[in-house]
Every structure is written in structure tokens, then in C-alpha cells.
């Protein structure tokens, strides 16, 4: 789950990171508020949607007077905002932050996230602050140290100095460092984060070091354990099929092609989205109904699919374990019947009751292409779908 800067910098000042004040605004006059709140003759407007590349896009502006608060606030406020990692759709901006000004000196990187290769927690620190760090991994890499924690022994004071040395900090500078880094792995680990990046982290005039962004993900896995992380969750920056899947338990990613893909278990899902690959096409979605989905499941997830004015085909993977292929088979027939179903529909069912699940779909009278394996019903499919085009 991501939540927004303001959201993260808050979660960074529980834990006494070092963050500039500022003030939530949902309107332009509430960002006025929240500049005169500040005081000072520097601040800086900054849009609040869950994608990088605000700037760029013209969604962060540092302004130097009340006038400007509130013509830049107004500006930013109901703008669609494009990114690189938006998309062409943009994002609408419902709120922005208003932060005070900081005296930079210098500009840095440093973010921690889980590394699943290691199943450790990875500080990624570089000189480079300001920039993609995956632009800098591709141009710089010798300007980027990547160190793990070791779960047994936790962190110490040598990783602190060994980042701080990486970026070229001194004297009073390395204690903080030092300190940073002990409080963002606490905070990973008591708050089950999967990432907190900050970029830029700065080092201002005065020799102190301030996080002057945040971006935080966590664990969805974990919030039942963390209600007030859970208490975050702005839906409306979420894609709202997904937000409707996880109504109903139904993993859900949209994606850009236009084969709708409905299959049982992770593993299986990602071979289906391969495979239509393969023969030429690209899945709009994946989705895995789980391993004991009900008839009910079966129609919601056909609703979600199909919401996508992308699809152009459905192809239903199923390998009934604990999970009945007549079940499947009935919510099929009956969201076929009540959806008036008018895209191409391959089924490839294996498993528990696979014969009882073939003969409903047989019997139903309706357009089912039924397939006998996941190679036959992939190439059904992709075939289905170019006829059609």
C-alpha cells in the first residue's frame, strides 16, 4: 500500500526523523493557511498524488510570497497531473502540501527497501539526490552503495558510518547519518514497510541532514497489524477495479492488453499471462480468484474483467485442487448469462470434478470454447481475438 509525502513525512516525525514543517491543503485557502501557519518568506507548493516526476510535471513549485501560495495552490489544485510514472492519463491533484523553504547545500539519495534476493533490508544511498536512482544505476552505478542487514545481528554503528562515508559526509554530519540509519530500520521493521525512499535527502547550510521528500510502501500483508498505517489508504489513487477486486478477495492488477486472464494461484497466473505472450498477444489483467473461490467470487471476477473496455477476449485458467471445477464452471454459466458475455470466452479446466465443470458449460448452450490444455486454450484465445479484430 502507498500512502502520500505528507502522509510519510508525518510517520518519519513519529519516529524523530528529521523532516521541514508543513500543512496539509485540500483548497486554496487552506494552503494560505498553511503558509501563514509556517511563517517565513520561502515555501514550497508540492501536489500530492502517489507517482514520482512531480516536478517535471509542474506539480512543484517554491514560491516567495502569500500571493504565490495561493496562485500556485490554485494552479495545482484540480490539475491533471502527467508523470513518467502516471501514464498519459495523468492523475488528478485533490491536495497539495505546503512545506517551508530549506537552505540546501547538497543533494542526496537514500532509500530502504526489502530485498527479496537476500530476504534482508537494503539501504541504497548515492551523491546523486535529486535524480531517478534508476537513471543513475544506469549512467553512474560506481555512485550508488547498496548494503543489506543482517536480520541476526541488526544495525550498528559501522552501517551508518559506512553510508555516510558514501556520501562524502563529515564531522557532526556522520553522527546523524549514523542516527538516520538506525531510526529508518527501526521504522521498516516495526512498521512492516517494503519501501522508504528518500530523495532528496539534503544536507543545508547549516549542517544539518533533512528529509526533504518521502515516499512509503507497505506490506498490504501486514496492515492488520498496523490500523493507523491502514487508516492512510486513499482510494481514490488507486485504479477502482482493483480497489472493487479487493472487495470481493480477488487479487487484481490491470494491465494493457487484451486478453482478460481469470486463473486460480499466483504461479499459474503468471505462466497464463506468459503464454499469451508467447502466441503473439498480451494480458489486460491478472487476477487470481485464489484456491477456494465461490460461484460468487467467479461472477464478481468476470464484472471486473470486463469493466476493462480493453478486453477483447476472456481466457479462464482453472486447476481445480481444493477448488471444484463445477463450481467454476456454474459461475461462469451464470455470469455469461446475466453479463451478456460478448467478447470471445475460452476455458481451460483441470482437476477436481473437471468433467461434471466441462459438461455445465457444454449444456449451457452459450459461446464457450472450451480447451484441453493451457497450450490449446492460449492459442483458442489469441486466435479468437485477432478474428475479431
Known amino acids: 500500500m502507498n500512502i502520500h509525502e505528507y502522509q510519510a513525512k508525518a510517520v518519519l516525525k513519529e519516529f524523530g526523523v528529521p523532516v521541514p514543517g508543513g500543512g496539509i491543503a485540500f483548497s486554496t485557502d487552506e494552503a494560505v493557511q498553511a503558509a501563514e501557519k509556517l511563517g517565513g518568506s520561502l515555501w514550497v507548493v508540492k501536489a500530492q498524488i502517489h507517482a514520482g516526476g512531480r516536478g517535471k510535471g509542474g506539480g512543484v513549485k517554491l514560491v516567495k510570497s502569500i500571493d504565490d501560495v495561493r496562485k500556485e495552490a490554485d494552479n495545482i489544485l484540480g490539475m491533471t497531473l502527467v508523470t513518467h510514472q502516471t501514464g498519459p492519463a495523468g492523475k488528478q491533484v485533490s491536495r497539495v502540501y505546503v512545506e517551508e523553504g530549506c537552505d540546501i547545500e547538497r543533494e542526496l539519495y537514500l532509500s530502504a527497501l526489502v530485498d527479496r534476493a537476500t530476504s534482508r533490508v537494503a539501504f541504497i544511498a548515492s551523491t546523486e539526490g535529486g535524480m531517478d536512482i534508476e537513471e543513475v544505476a544506469a549512467k553512474t552505478p560506481e555512485k550508488i552503495l547498496t548494503m543489506t542487514i543482517d536480520p541476526a545481528t541488526g544495525v550498528s554503528g559501522f552501517h551508518g558510518r559506512k553510508i555516510a562515508f558514501a556520501l562524502a559526509l563529515k564531522g557532526d554530519l556522520v553522527k546523524q547519518c549514523v542516527k538516520l540509519i538506525a531510526t529508518l530500520y527501526k521504522l521498516v521493521l516495526e512498521k512492516d514497510a517494503s519501501l522508504l525512499e528518500i530523495n532528496p535527502l539534503v544536507v543545508t547550510k547549516a549542517g544539518a541532514l533533512i528529509c526533504l521528500d518521502a515516499k512509503m510502501n507497505f506490506d498490504g500483508n501486514a496492515l492488520y497489524r498496523h490500523p493507523d498505517i491502514a487508516g492512510l489508504r486513499d482510494i481514490s489513487e488507486e485504479d477502482p477495479a482493483e480497489v472493487a477486486a479487493s472487495k470481493f478477495d480477488l487479487n487484481y492488477i490491470k494491465l494493457d492488453g487484451a486478453i482478460g486472464c481469470m486463473v486460480n494461484g499466483a504461479g499459474l ?24 473461490a465461490t460461484r460468487e467470487q467467479v461472477m464478481n471476477a468476470f464484472r471486473i474483467i470486463l469493466s476493462d473496455d480493453n478486453v477483447q477476449g476472456i481466457l479462464v485458467n482453472i486447476f481445480g485442487g481444493i477448488m471444484r471445477c463445477d463450481i467454476i464452471a456454474e459461475g461462469i454459466v451464470g455470469a455469461a448469462n446475466e453479463m451478456d458475455i460478448s467478447v470471445p470466452l475460452v476455458v481451460r479446466l483441470e482437476g477436481t470434478n473437471v468433467d461434471l465443470g466441462k459438461k455445465i458449460l457444454s449444456d449451457s448452450g452459450l459461446a464457450i470454447v472450451s480447451a484441453d490444455n493451457l497450450d490449446d486454450a492460449a492459442q483458442k484465445i489469441v486466435a479468437q481475438v485477432k478474428a475479431a479484430a
Open 269 to 292: 497466473a503468471m505462466a497464463t499471462m506468459d503464454i499469451i505472450n508467447l502466441y503473439g498477444s498480451s494480458p489486460a489483467n491478472f487476477l487470481d480468484v485464489g484456491g477456494g
